[in-house]
């Protein structure tokens, strides 16, 4: 790492220890909060909440508010709360996704839906949702506010459209992307973007950070649809084929459709549409994807969206909180190198 | 009417032609917002959307919010806002309510779930509430975005622990009270608290208001009650028999109980938990309740929460909106009467 060097790029693997370590005080009054707000007298908000927690991800989004307010000298309390608001809109689209997929496990638990059933993730869900809104009000920014209620529409919107487009082997790609940026890319934008709003940086600043979350989020989702057919993923609990199995077309299944002959796209309309997906339909979906480098592709297209994360970044005044940002990026995309 | 009476009570039948001529201008905007925020690109949407428009109530919560803005002199646009905002979390509720209930038929129409299935409902209910949080936040008002945000929690909250209680004959009238205090008073109470919000009136008037939505929300789902027992109401869309079909335990079921023997309480608990509530089981159970006079009981509280309601609007400067808002007490009553 020179002087010279805006940003590290030259580690052998990339990795989240940055934002981990930088965000690690905040991230614990962020758990304090998200335990304090999960709870309720009545008992089954506080269980499923736990479950949840405790069988929960990384919270790369709420890292990722923390470090964006941290990247612009924040030093008020409000980032936490709102790092605690987008892992609530987080967790309640979780919820609400299991019931819609009717899934029974996610990374490798039990879902909440499988335990209490859909009725109680619906309406925890809700909860989750009222409580989220709640403490971005407390927080008293209305900037900061209209791009978090905007975020939590689009979402809903983008889940409405891809359970539209779900089994239909005519969705695009303009389609897809369409629906990954409103159903992940729009929570990541959001969360990124509250970082400079509530420090006070200046417009240039919330544009350059919500292309960074956005396009951060879009090459997320493209790792992410590229885990789900390659066995090596198997360590981030991801099951492979789960997609294939659920009928959600993803990019590289477009790309596999639309560069088959007629037999291939026989295949995949019998597998999508129909649900004619077992074992060995998704060996030779994991073939046709291969034989067309539809992986491959979806990976460069990762890599490119990531590239343009790294570079919205590199606009932000040089600091710990920028480098750790700009290795998030790294880490996602590693997962697929 | 005389000019001493400070609020006509003299009519032989309460209507709410009052509220609806003086809404008639605003209500119009409102379902012009309604509409137009419950567009989308995503076809599946509007097309929900108007389903539950044209199968819609009264739209007594929005009109609510007008008449209460209107009261205080109110004279901006954003009372519109609010009032669509209302709506939308309202219809959000009945969207996932029907998922939690199985409900097949609301008011005589088939449900969204249904006709769409229930992933649609579960998420075009979500974008409808984050459709509702960006009209509030457009009006700018951090007071009201607390109110409408905590009702929106607090519901969710209700609904919950009214699924916990469900088809449980030691649910007491302390826990039913607080269910309905929290799944329909409290979106009642902020519909109407932020009429005077808005407008700048003092706080006592805000408190004034609150108090006279909860209880013109606890006499309504009061009265609702009755009306599921009670044949006369069929005019109204609603089924006689609902609550008991699906094991709801409400007021008058937790009276008779109370003052049942025990081959009665037998006979509750075999029909709310174990499910056993054929036509046969519901005439005896509206036999029950008539003997102990569980209804009658039920409208009494009724009437008391309305006189509550029409004893806080008397603390409004005269105006139509104040005679129309105590108005629509009595009709809600004047349903059992």
Redesign the interface.
Known sequence: MSAATPLAQDRRRASIEGIVGLTRPDMERVNALILSMAG?N????PRIAEHLISSGGKRLRPMLTIASALAFGYEGGNHVKLAASVEFLHT??LL?DD??DESDLRRGTETARTIWG???S???G??L???A??M??EV?S?RA??IL??A??????G???Q??AAKHMTTSEADYLAVIDAKTAALFAAATEVGPVIAGADEAMQVAMRRYGRDLGLAFQLVDDVLDYDGSAQALGKNVGDDFREGKITLPVILAFARGDEGERAFWRRAMEEGRNDDAALEEAAALLRRHGALEETKARARGYGASAREAVESLPPSPARQALADVVDFCIDRIV
Chains 1, 2 share one sequence.
């Open positions: 309720s009545v008992e089954l908000i309640a689209t609400h019931v819609v859909n009725q109680a619906v309406l925890v809700d909860y949702l009222g409580q809104f709640k971005m009000v008293g209305m506010l209209a209620s905007n939590s529409a689009v979402i809903a919107e889940e409405v459209w359970l539209s």
